[in-house]
């Protein structure tokens, strides 16, 4: 640990951002960040303060909205509109080209479901 270069000691902490932009959970973040890095597992074993105040970083990091975080919400929101649009649309398909009479509604009974949890 003593001999870190300050150009490692760069990458280890643009690791915990990135940990961090790709974790929805701060303390599983944290974790992750730990694990890769020798160093920081050091720190973590030696100082037992280290952990906690780290974690209480991440979530203060993850209190702002981030582009990353905006990104993860929009995309998120994304997904489920276009899976009530494809459940809809499956949905009425079904209903034009099945003539199989209640069981064309049981099977569109299995895609409410779907539909209604986007």
């Given at each position: 640990m003593s001999s870190l270069s300050l150009n490692?000691?760069?990458i280890i902490g643009g690791g915990f951002r990135a940990c961090m932009a790709?974790?929805?959970d701060t303390n599983y973040a944290v974790d992750q960040?730990?694990?890769r890095y020798k160093a920081m597992?050091?720190?973590d074993r030696k100082?037992?303060?280290f952990r906690p105040m780290m974690e209480v970083v991440a979530k203060r990091l993850g209190e702002k909205n981030t582009p990353?975080?905006?990104f993860r919400i929009f995309v998120g929101a994304l997904f489920s509109v276009l899976n009530f649009v494809s459940c809809c649309i499956a949905i009425r398909q079904f209903l034009q080209v099945s003539k199989q009479g209640r069981w064309r509604y049981?099977?569109?009974g299995s895609?409410?479901?779907r539909a209604a949890r986007s």
């Open positions: 490692e000691a760069r790709l974790s929805r960040w730990l694990d597992q050091e720190i100082y037992k303060w990353s975080f905006v049981l099977a569109i895609l409410g479901p």
